[in-house]
């Protein structure tokens, strides 16, 4: 009889589930119980909405239980384990029986995220089981030029995941050309949109892919250095890397003549940035690795000619080098199968937002928004109406409802005025007010700018000034002709991605929500009832039992009314704090 096997999921969103409280439960009931299973650790599968997961695997086959707690996790070991009876009320995805989950991973491609979930992060021997160090071997056993390496990663067609989607062969291309006695390749870790983490998850699951990617990188362009920049609110993923690279050393994957390559000399190290979201830019990075302030520098000189210690350096963002070792293995052509014409592969994307399956998803570039939210994201929370999605983070920009049909890819992506960007979707319902989330995305750039731009660092203030100004009803005639003037303006004039893609939340929503801000503005609502100072709350005296909960609950004591009585609110005492909408239980209160 094979031995069963019990995995936890550990990565970031699971331990924060609780998933290690669950792993230590069952590693005592093993021992207390001398069960004969094997207790394994694995990251995160992409089901964040389901965690703490749990998968057992025996004779019979896999069993993929969510919402895991200390209890269930008792409960599992004593049935599935002990008594072979899998709890299926429990089971999010087996191929063995149809569950409510299943169809999360229907149409998903797995490719960068091809061991996330299935490995030990900190096993090599586990990744070398699944084919991990398999690529490098090949170029080193099948002579395979620099030149057959970025040949191929051209043919393949893939493009940079980190946002700007450069042709990655080319920019290949660009560094192996510039010769020099010192090279360097870096990973761009440095994510830092705000419900984004692809890169975070990549690195917590399958370190070792992105290290592989990175030597592949390093042969083709001849570096002898590679840093990988993770921002160090991701101490889960530094450690694995940490653990990844003294392996990959240990194993001769870096060092000198790596795999009997003559003077093929790499090795690496991690830089922690301090969490700077203009370090995404490149020149910025370049600053931050080399222990100055991080702000961009004008460009040309490009880091391919002019990089990390002045020396030909290339960048690449997680997702890209994860891919790398796979098209290695299968072929260029295997990989360019996936895709559109001009957009190669497979993209990661981070659903979250006002969506039922918040996690990651990784889906051939092609497939259509609306499929991406509604057949593995199953939907919008609570059913409401789906109203738009923002892509690209703050560098990005919101597509509506009705543009939702488009395919994802670089070129149809960018004419609707967002961005692919490094792969965040956050989906918004009905109740959400545009001219909020344009507010909260400027906020962020805005503080986020290194200020060494004139128009970066005051025009977004300019534009956060007067964006919250219509959101607290003080909206004038002329604030979106000035919002708009702002906008254009700072794109044109700012130095590097920060500033010039700030104003795109702004845009967007202006250009497909534009009968909100005129709501705001001359109407002095808010459409989506959000923004407080725009509401009015009233009793309907039709539905009041005079309960008193409002009044009880009301922190200005604007509430009148005798019990068993309709109440009534001070409209000049009311401060909009919503308290007496979110406590009565008789849906009297009406919010306009």
């Known amino acids: 009889m094979t031995q069963a096997k019990v995995i936890v999921g550990l990565g970031s969103c699971g331990v924060a589930a609780g998933a290690k409280k669950v792993y230590d439960k069952i590693a005592a009931l093993q021992v207390a119980e001398k069960l004969d299973f094997?207790?394994?650790?694995?990251?995160?599968?992409?089901m964040c909405y389901r965690e703490p997961l749990v998968e057992i695997i025996d004779e019979s086959g896999s069993y993929l239980y969510g919402d895991i707690d200390e209890n269930k996790a008792v409960e599992l070991i004593n049935q599935h384990i002990s008594?072979?009876?899998?709890?299926?009320?429990?089971?999010?995805?087996?191929?063995?029986?149809?569950?409510?989950?299943?169809?999360?991973t229907d149409d998903q491609v797995k490719i960068a995220l091809r061991n996330c979930g299935?490995?030990?992060?900190?096993?090599?021997?586990?990744?070398?089981?699944?084919?991990?160090?398999?690529?490098?071997?090949?170029?080193?056993?099948?002579?395979?030029?620099?030149?057959?390496?970025?040949?191929?990663?051209?043919?393949?067609?893939?493009?940079?995941?980190?946002?700007?989607?450069?042709?990655?062969?080319?920019?290949?291309?660009?560094?192996?050309?510039?010769?020099?006695?010192?090279?360097?390749?870096?990973?761009?870790?440095?994510?830092?949109d705000p419900g984004a983490f692809m890169d975070r998850s990549v690195l917590e699951g399958d370190p070792h892919s992105v290290v592989e990617g990175m030597i592949i990188g390093a042969y083709a362009i001849e570096a002898t250095g590679g840093v990988i920049y993770c921002r160090a609110e991701y101490p889960l993923a530094i450690k694995r890397l940490e653990i990844a690279i003294k392996q990959a050393r240990e194993r001769g994957y870096l060092g000198k003549n790596i795999l009997g390559i003559q003077g093929f000399n790499f090795d690496m190290y991690i830089k922690e940035g301090a969490g700077a979201f203009v370090c995404g830019e490149e020149t910025a990075l370049i600053a931050s690795v080399e222990g100055q302030r991080g702000m961009p520098r004008k460009r040309p000189p490009f880091p391919a000619a002019s990089g990390l210690w002045k020396?030909?350096?290339?960048?690449?963002?997680?997702?890209?080098y994860a891919n790398i070792p796979w098209i290695i293995i299968n072929g260029a052509k295997e990989y360019a199968k996936y895709g559109t014409e001009k957009s190669k592969g497979t993209k990661v994307f981070a659903?979250?937002?006002?969506?039922?399956?918040?996690?990651?998803?990784?889906?051939?570039?092609?497939?259509?928004?609306?499929d991406v939210i509604f057949k593995l994201g199953g939907g919008i929370q609570n059913d409401k109406r789906f109203k738009a999605v923002q892509m690209g983070g703050p560098s990005g920009g919101c597509i509506p409802e009705h543009l939702a049909d488009i395919p994802i890819d670089y070129d149809s992506v960018n004419s609707t005025g967002a961005i692919m960007g490094s792969g965040g979707m956050v989906v918004m319902d009905e109740t959400t007010c545009m001219i909020d989330v344009a507010k909260f995305f400027l906020d962020f750039t805005q503080k986020e700018s290194c200020g060494k731009c004139t128009f970066c660092r005051v025009g977004t203030k300019r534009m956060l000034e007067i964006l919250t100004r219509i959101t607290e009803g003080e909206g004038q005639e002329g604030d979106i002709e000035m919002l708009e003037d702002l906008s254009y303006q700072i794109k044109e004039s700012s130095l590097c991605g920060l500033g010039q893609t700030a104003p795109n939340p702004v845009l967007t929503t202006l250009k497909y929500f534009r009968d909100e801000y005129e709501a705001h503005i001359i109407d002095k609502k808010c459409p989506a009832k959000v923004c407080k100072p725009l509401l009015t709350y009233t009793v309907d005296p039709e539905k009041c039992t005079g309960c008193t909960v409002c009044a009880k609950n009301c922190p200005s004591n604007c509430i009148d009314g005798a019990r068993k009585e309709v109440h009534f609110i001070n409209q000049e005492a009311c401060i909009q704090c919503g308290a007496c909408y979110s406590k009565c239980k008789f849906d009297a209160i009406l919010v306009n």
Not at 351 to 370: D, F, T, Y
Request: glycine share 10%; with cysteine.
């Open 38 to 46: 094997e207790l394994k650790k694995t990251s995160c599968i992409g």
């Open 83 to 104: 008594q072979h009876n899998p709890i299926k009320d429990y089971v999010v995805h087996t191929d063995l029986f149809e569950t409510v989950d299943n169809s999360y």
């Open 351 to 370: 659903l979250a937002g006002k969506i039922k399956r918040s996690g990651l998803v990784e889906v051939p570039m092609g497939m259509s928004i609306r």
């Open 118 to 192: 299935y490995i030990d992060p900190e096993s090599i021997d586990e990744y070398e089981e699944r084919n991990g160090y398999r690529a490098i071997k090949k170029i080193a056993g099948s002579a395979m030029s620099r030149l057959d390496v970025i040949q191929s990663m051209l043919e393949s067609g893939l493009r940079g995941r980190g946002g700007g989607g450069f042709p990655t062969g080319l920019k290949w291309k660009f560094a192996n050309n510039n010769k020099a006695d010192e090279k360097y390749i870096i990973c761009n870790a440095d994510e830092g």
């Open 311 to 320: 020396k030909p350096t290339n960048i690449n963002n997680v997702e890209t």
